[in-house]
């Protein structure tokens, strides 16, 4: 089968909701590897969140999409970190957040800081972000370009969040409401699609030769991109909708079988 760029979001798609990667769809992952495609990890999770996923994964040389398309890794075993920064885009957060800090409050924001971790206008629930975690003034959550915002009320869903973006707009960034309430701010015209898309001219990848497969909102634009583009089944139904096809539900290795298809003929 001819090389094909194989673009796998995590949270929902690679991995459980528990974070658990299943040894099966570990194994096929690698041997996707080995039969010369390009397996791209393309996530909404920071670079120290991605890492440990390409390490459980067994990937260590190519590239990877983080922070929805913001940041783009090359893989690089010969680097003190195991890869090196190609691409990150910035924007200016603070009319964004401060639009949405009079609307929400109560909410909580994150804001990332490249390779380290996020400043934080408050603690965030247990577990739901990776690196270094520091609690700073409004002032300095705004004061720089960034790459990624994330803007999070616990108590609230989806649906609030989907309602509250309809009622204010969000101009000059990308948005992407999550499977909770959990709003996350990329530059606009970033995504996973975009930063795809420069990564399969890079590899001189032919776009009938492009697969995508994920699960949540920020993977529309990946799964347009795509041209194969496959939603979970655990995918709500607007993201099943611009797919091509659905598979099943993460908790049943869903991805299972697009892998298997790719070591056929």
Same mark, same amino acid.
């Given at each position: ?9 995590? =949270? ?8 658990? /990667? ?24 920071? #670079? ?10 067994? #990937? ?8 929805? +398309? ?15 920064? /190609? ?29 380290? +971790? ?16 520091? %609690?700073?003034?409004?002032? *300095? ?18 649906? =609030?969040?989907?309602?509250?973006? *309809?009622?204010?707009? /969000?101009?000059? %960034? ?13 530059? *606009?015209?970033?995504?996973? +699609?975009?930063? /795809? *898309? #420069? ?5 001189? %990848? ?26 979970? +089944? ?32």
């Amino acid at each position: 089968m001819k090389p094909h760029l194989v673009a796998l979001d995590v =949270d929902g798609t690679t991995i459980d909701h528990a974070g658990v /990667l299943s040894p099966a769809v570990r194994d096929a992952v690698r041997d996707v590897v080995a039969a010369g495609h390009h397996v791209i990890v393309s996530t909404g999770r920071s #670079i120290v969140a991605t890492t440990p996923i390409l390490e459980e994964l067994g #990937i260590t040389t190519g590239y990877a999409v983080c922070s929805n +398309g913001a940041v783009t890794i090359e893989l690089d075993p010969a680097e003190d970190r195991g890869f090196r920064v /190609l691409e990150a885009v910035t924007f200016d957060p603070a009319p964004a957040l401060n639009l949405l800090r009079v609307e929400w409050p109560d909410a909580v924001v994150a804001v990332e800081e490249l390779g380290v +971790g996020f400043k934080l206008s408050a603690p965030f629930p247990d577990g739901e972000l990776q690196g270094e975690l520091r %609690v700073v003034p409004w002032d *300095e959550l705004v004061a720089d370009p960034v790459t990624r915002v994330t803007f999070r009320a616990p108590e609230g869903t989806a649906e =609030d969040f989907l309602a509250l973006t *309809e009622r204010i707009g /969000l101009h000059g %960034v990308n948005y992407a409401v999550g499977f909770s309430a959990w709003l996350d701010l990329n530059p *606009e015209g970033v995504s996973k +699609g975009s930063a /795809l *898309e #420069i990564l399969r001219r890079r590899l001189d %990848v032919e776009p009938r030769y492009t697969v995508a497969v994920g699960d949540q909102r920020n993977d529309v634009e990946m799964l347009h991109w795509a041209a194969r583009g496959v939603a979970m +089944g655990n995918a709500p139904d607007e993201v099943k909708a611009v797919a091509d096809e659905v598979t099943g539900h993460v908790d049943d290795d869903g991805l299972l079988p697009v892998l298997l298809s790719l070591l056929e003929g």
